[in-house]
Every structure is written in C-alpha cells, then in structure tokens.
C-alpha cells in the first residue's frame, strides 16, 4: 500500500465513538483513506449507499456479508446487512430456495481408457505431458521439452 501510516494519535472519528476505539491499532490512513487491514472503513454518510451496492445483487444474508467483509467495513454491518435482507422480498424468495450447484459433473467411465485428461507439468526446467486415465487413475508422461 502507498502512502500507509498509522492512526495513532490523530482519531479520525467521533470522540467516544467506542467501535473505533477498540479497533484503533488495527487502523491506519492510506492515501487519505481509512482502513482496517485492507478494508475501507465506511463513512456514516456513505454507510447506505455501501450498503445498497453490496445488497443490489440480492444474494442473500452470508454472500452480503462475505462480499461485505472482503473490501469494507464498518460497525455493525453484519446486523446492518441482517436487516435488509430480511425486509427484502426478492432476498427472501432466494433464501426458501437454495441455488443449484452449476459445476457438471463428468459422466462415470466403465473400463480403462474411456476417458483421459492432459496436462502439461513444468518440472526443473523441463516441460512433460501428463495423461491419466479416468477409470484407474493410471499415469504416463513423456518429456516434451
């Protein structure tokens, strides 16, 4: 990070702001920014509107909350985040009907060699192709540079 220095001293919040008080030596100011680790703390005035942007794909309580956690933070977001989702319809739909996983899953093999898989390893300065049978789990390779 650029520019990163420490809080210590300066209390950038409202004073008696207990939430950061307790959190103060996790804090520092980047490039005018505060932040927590690698967090933007949101300001009060902002807190709505992040909230908004973090809510505007409707996924549901944990993936707000996830997303949330990875690039902001502010206090009490978890409870903030609670309670959007629950006033929110479309979230509550989604939530009575879990998401399907998307991955495919490969059709099972019945006898040796049906179904391969290729790769190529990059090992101590040499290149080899790597083929394993799906049905024994049997491997060659073969050094190809």
Excluded: T
């Excluded at 209390?11 to 307790?22: Q, S």
């Excluded at 703390?41 to 993936?63: D, F, N, T, W």
């Excluded at 300065?125 to 394993?132: D, F, S, T």
């Amino acid at each position: 990070m650029r520019n990163k220095r420490s809080v210590r001293g300066k209390r950038p919040w409202r004073e008696g702001d207990k939430h950061f008080k307790c959190i103060e030596k996790k804090l520092s100011i980047v490039d005018e920014c505060l932040v927590r680790g690698n967090r933007g703390v949101v300001p009060l005035k902002l807190r709505g509107a992040v909230l908004s942007m973090i809510h505007a794909g409707h996924q549901g309580i944990e993936r707000m909350k996830q997303w949330g956690c990875e690039y902001v933070w502010c206090p009490g977001m978890n409870k903030e985040i609670e309670n959007i989702c629950r006033g929110c319809l479309m979230c509550n739909s989604w939530a009575s009907m879990p998401r399907k996983d998307k991955r495919s899953v490969w059709p099972k093999v019945v006898r040796p060699w049906e179904r391969i898989h290729l790769d190529f390893l990059d090992f101590e300065n040499k290149i080899y192709l790597l083929v394993v049978d799906a049905f024994s789990k049997w491997m060659e390779y073969e050094e190809v540079r």
